[in-house]
């Protein structure tokens, strides 16, 4: 029987027997608090039926709740040199594959369909912080077959991804998350639940993404692109912002702000996800005149 893999002593142990140093490139803080993986695997939807897709292993901990409860795991691990350990970490598992690569770059899709073809799926991860947003993006924009996203994050980007669209604390990527699907706060996590423990508190947040369309934007790359260039220039009047990049009359672009129902001179963090829509809907309108 291997020991817990939340047990400190054991991981430090199995990482000497490895000769296995932890990267700070590769955003290694792996978790030792003993609650927190059981509860993302149970709010994370790993359950029949449901088969995992895992971002960054580690040595195995969250991996292993995981495969406990659900009916396979799919695991994408970046760094090779863990590969050794989670032979033995992981030992007791068939219903696990780990699969070499950068999930920033690995075909998901394939991935999907080849490994869990009669099930439905979700993502359940401890991320490494420097690809949060940008793995967050991919996952939602390749419009994956994927029923919620469950992940570890910073404090500050659970914040901003769970941010209410229209409040200061949004951003760009609450827009975009908000696009795709809803996301809630699910609980905190302080640094010292992660050897070796990072300079931030986390939280884990859970994505729950929309089966259809739900928004009905005309144009998704205009709707994206004003989105961008809006929250580039935050403390902006929108207005102005728009119609130079688009290079409108401000006087046209006022009109269109009309049509949708804005107040002239608000800002982009200001707007609704609704607003937001109408908005680039009409935009859309007068350019394809
Ligand atoms: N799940 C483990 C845990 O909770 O203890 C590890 C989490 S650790 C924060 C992030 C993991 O992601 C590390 O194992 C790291 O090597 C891996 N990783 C980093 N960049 C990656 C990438 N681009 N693709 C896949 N895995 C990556």
Redesign the pocket.
């Known amino acids: 029987m291997i020991p817990e893999l939340t047990d400190i002593n054991y991981i430090k142990q199995i990482m000497e027997n490895h000769g296995f140093h932890v990267?700070k490139a590769?955003?290694?803080?792996?978790?030792i608090n003993p609650t927190v993986?059981p509860k993302i695997a149970e709010l994370g939807n790993a359950k029949k039926n449901f088969g995992i897709l895992?971002?960054?292993?580690?040595?195995g901990?969250?991996?292993a709740e995981l495969a406990k409860r659900a009916e396979k795991v799919v695991a994408?691990?970046?760094?090779e040199k863990?590969f050794s350990i989670l032979d033995e970490t992981l030992a007791e598992f068939n219903n696990i594959k780990i699969i070499h690569?950068?999930?920033?770059k690995i075909d998901l899709k394939k991935i999907i369909a080849e490994e869990f073809a009669d099930l439905q799926v979700a993502v359940c991860?401890?991320?490494?912080?420097y690809?949060t947003s940008p793995l967050i993006m991919r996952l939602l924009e390749e419009k994956l077959p994927i029923k919620t996203i469950t992940v570890m994050v910073q404090k500050e980007a659970g914040q901003r991804l769970c941010a209410p669209v229209g409040t200061r604390d949004s951003g760009a990527v609450t827009v975009a998350v908000a696009y795709y699907g809803e996301a809630k706060k699910l609980f905190d996590v302080t640094r010292g639940s992660f050897l070796p423990a990072p300079k931030v508190d986390s939280m884990v947040i859970q994505i729950k993404l929309y089966p259809e369309q739900h928004w009905h934007v005309q144009d998704e790359n205009l709707f994206f692109r004003i989105i961008k260039i809006g929250f580039s220039q935050r403390r902006k009047q929108l207005c102005s912002v728009l119609a130079n990049h688009f290079n409108i009359p401000k006087a046209k672009m006022l009109a269109i702000f009309e049509q949708a129902n804005i107040i002239s001179n608000t800002r982009i963090e200001a707007l609704t996800m609704q607003e937001l829509v109408n908005l680039s809907n009409f935009l859309y309108k007068i350019i394809n005149q």
Request: charged share 10%; proline share 3%; aromatic share 6%.
């Open positions: 990267s590769l955003g290694q803080n792996f978790l993986c895992e971002i960054g292993t580690g040595v901990v969250l991996t994408i691990e970046l760094d863990l690569g950068d999930a920033m991860a401890n991320l490494p912080y690809i």
